[in-house]
T-cell receptor, first 116, second 113 residues
Framework: DVKVTQSSRYLVKRTGEKVFLECVQDMDHENMFWYRQDPGLGLRLIYFSYDVKMKEKGDIPEGYSVSREKKERFSLILESASTNQTSMYLC???????????????FGPGTRLTVL | QKEVEQNSGPLSVPEGAIASLNCTYS??????FFWYRQYSGKSPELIMSIYSNGDKEDGRFTAQLNKASQYVSLLIRDSQPSDSATYLC?????????????FGEGTQLTVNP
């Protein structure tokens, strides 16, 4: 089974802090994604990566950056956390086009981040 | 106009009834369509995918796609309380490495015993 893990289930940070959210997948997937999920707004894509050291902006990249130094790990960075970044953050991974399971994104358990 | 729109919900149906969930999308180039189920406090999981016009059945679930009308739906027959969840419609444009999913806001379904 594909396993996507996230470093924390719950995180509380203060405004202005630098925050790192880590995501690791164990299925050698090329594609990795970071979403945030908010009531009434659904899942919104922040950044994604389809290869090591590659990154693409999603719909709401402002205030975030990412790092993908190794294939299995995709990090989301909040350079200076703000209260409007309080949200549920979900990481996902998927194999490349042409793979049998390409169409499925496998999600991690999520990190509920609260910025005070 | 939102790229992917779902009926606002919440939707409540009695046990054994058919639940109908609807989704429209704006990009005519969309090629792949998905339904994810998300239980409260859990992550989304893929339950259905559909790529061509018509119906696709998997057990109690049927996905319907009409590309001309830019409409995709999910029918759940013989609804069970365990089907109570939020259902997310997702659409992908293109099949390259850079393509990504766009999700709707989700429709919350409650199946009453």
């Amino acid at each position: 089974d594909v396993k996507v893990t996230q470093s924390s289930r719950y995180l509380v940070k203060r405004t202005g802090e630098k925050v790192f959210l880590e995501c690791v997948q164990d299925m050698d997937h090329e594609n990795m994604f970071w979403y945030r999920q908010d009531p009434g707004l659904g899942l919104r894509l922040i950044y994604f990566s389809y290869d090591v050291k590659m990154k693409e902006k999603g719909d709401i990249p402002e205030g975030y950056s990412v790092s993908r130094e190794k294939k299995e790990r995709f990090s989301l960075i909040l350079e200076s956390a703000s209260t409007n970044q309080t949200s549920m953050y979900l990481c996902a991974s998927s194999p490349p086009p042409g793979s049998v399971a390409y169409n499925e994104q496998f999600f991690g358990p999520g990190t509920r981040l609260t910025v005070l | 106009q939102k790229e992917v729109e779902q009926n606002s919900g919440p939707l409540s149906v009695p046990e054994g009834a058919i639940a109908s969930l609807n989704c429209t999308y704006s990009d005519r180039g969309s090629q792949s369509f998905f339904w994810y189920r998300q239980y409260s406090g859990k992550s989304p999981e893929l339950i259905m995918s559909i790529y061509s016009n018509g119906d696709k059945e998997d057990g109690r679930f049927t996905a319907q796609l009409n590309k001309a009308s830019q409409y995709v739906s999910l029918l759940i027959r013989d609804s069970q309380p365990s089907d109570s969840a939020t259902y997310l419609c997702a659409v992908r444009v293109g099949e390259t490495s850079g393509s990504r999913l766009t999700f709707g806001e989700g429709t919350q379904l409650t199946v009453n015993p």
